[in-house]
Structures are given as C-alpha cells and as structure tokens.
C-alpha cells in the first residue's frame, strides 16, 4: 500500500463533526515527519466526496488556504455543514472539534 492511500484510509476514520491536523494523519499512518506530504496526498484526493479532505486542518486548526476542491470558503462551508463552527472564517477550535480516535 502506498503512503497516498494510507493517508486516504486514515482520513476516511475521521468522522462527521470532527477534524484532525495533518500530523495526526501523519502519525496514524506511522510516519509521524510527513505532515507536508499528507497535505500533498490530499491535494491530489482521487475521489472528492468519498474521502474527506475538507476535515483536515493545520495544528492550530486553521483551514487550508488553498483547499484544492473550491477553496477555503468551501472547506469552511463542508465543515460547517456538519456542525463544525468555524471561528473567523477560517479556523477551527481543536479542543471541541479534534478527532480522537
């Protein structure tokens, strides 16, 4: 399995309502020093909708600026359709909202 799809099988854990940070996708896949290339797995998620990107966030819970799949106001949206309240447009509050699995 390669490390792109045990980051898609990781963030596929983490459930409505919740969100983790890139280092915690990172560390659940067992490489705890690839934080960035997480993110780079994201970006290039192959099926949007299946595997919820938009419910990772950086380690002080903001958004991604540069969300691949609309942007910031659309990951804000995502979120916020599942309940998560987004502070100022563009951050998270990870000690109500941070997946603990």
Request: proline letters at 6%.
């Amino acid at each position: 399995m390669s490390f792109y799809d045990k980051v898609y099988e990781q963030v596929c854990k983490v459930p409505k309502g919740k969100v983790a940070t890139y280092g915690q996708i990172a560390c659940m896949c067992g490489s705890p020093r690839a934080s960035r290339a997480v993110g780079y797995a994201l970006h290039f998620n192959p099926r949007p909708g299946v595997i919820p990107c938009h419910r990772i966030v950086n380690r002080e819970g903001y958004l991604a600026p540069a969300f691949a799949f609309g942007g910031l106001g659309a990951q804000a949206a995502l979120l916020a359709a599942e309940g998560v309240e987004i502070i100022d447009g563009e951050r998270v509050d990870l000690e109500k909202y941070r997946f603990r699995g």
